[in-house]
């Protein structure tokens, strides 16, 4: 099948087929033929770039940590401010809950068998959010807070995946970030202080 006239690669058309799939309609509705038809491919175009329908799967975990724009967390990063950059770091995280489809996917993953994969991918994107937070990835209590907050958002969104005709997402994160932001804070202190 030749598809329209485009910039983005097949390989890229495919991943991006997929995703839309897994965030739309979930796992159930992931099969070869659905993707080559959604990227305008043949399905061994599928074969040839992801090796089968387990290695596209895999593919897809893999962008859900790379897929986040790294200019965001670099701009976090900036910030002297440590209050600030929490409250930074929380907005970008009420923007992807709203908006990004990686919370979707993240969701209708779950059940596949990928455990090593999703594992992964989770601690690659807790390094960097610690990273642009300036938070030692080595400190055991500082990973744990962390953990507390990405469930806590992970809960959230999945909430108003669910319910957000009726969900305050902005309370729910004000009223978030108010309960975690004295630990974080005390934590950024310390870690900018110990880089001084």
């Known amino acids: 099948?030749?598809?329209?006239?485009?910039?983005?690669?097949?390989?890229?058309?495919?991943?991006?087929?997929?995703?839309?799939?897994?965030?739309?309609?979930?796992?159930?509705?992931?099969?070869?033929?659905t993707v080559a038809t959604e990227a305008q491919v043949t399905k061994s175009a599928i074969g040839y770039h992801f090796g089968s329908k387990d290695g596209l799967v895999r593919a897809i975990i893999g962008s859900v940590a790379v897929k986040e724009p790294d200019e965001a967390r670099a701009a976090i990063g900036r910030i002297e401010d440590p209050a600030e950059r929490f409250h930074a770091f929380m907005s970008l995280y009420l923007e992807r809950v709203r908006t990004n489809d990686n919370f979707r996917?993240?969701?209708?993953?779950?059940?596949?068998?990928?455990?090593?994969?999703?594992?992964?991918?989770?601690?690659?994107?807790?390094?960097?959010?610690?990273?642009?937070?300036?938070?030692?990835?080595?400190?055991?209590?500082?990973?744990?807070?962390?953990?507390?907050?990405?469930?806590?958002?992970?809960g959230l969104a999945f909430n108003y995946a669910s319910r957000s005709k009726v969900m305050d997402l902005d309370a729910c994160f004000a009223q978030l970030e108010e309960s975690m932001a004295p630990a974080f804070v005390q934590a950024m202190t310390a870690a900018d202080r110990s880089q001084e």
């Open 105 to 154: 996917i993240a969701f209708a993953l779950g059940p596949t068998a990928f455990n090593d994969e999703k594992i992964r991918v989770s601690a690659k994107t807790a390094a960097l959010d610690m990273a642009a937070l300036h938070l030692p990835a080595r400190d055991r209590s500082v990973g744990v807070l962390m953990a507390v907050l990405m469930s806590a958002i992970t």
């Open 1 to 33: 099948m030749d598809g329209p006239a485009s910039e983005e690669s097949p390989q890229s058309r495919i991943l991006s087929a997929a995703r839309r799939i897994v965030a739309e309609r979930g796992m159930t509705a992931l099969s070869v033929q």
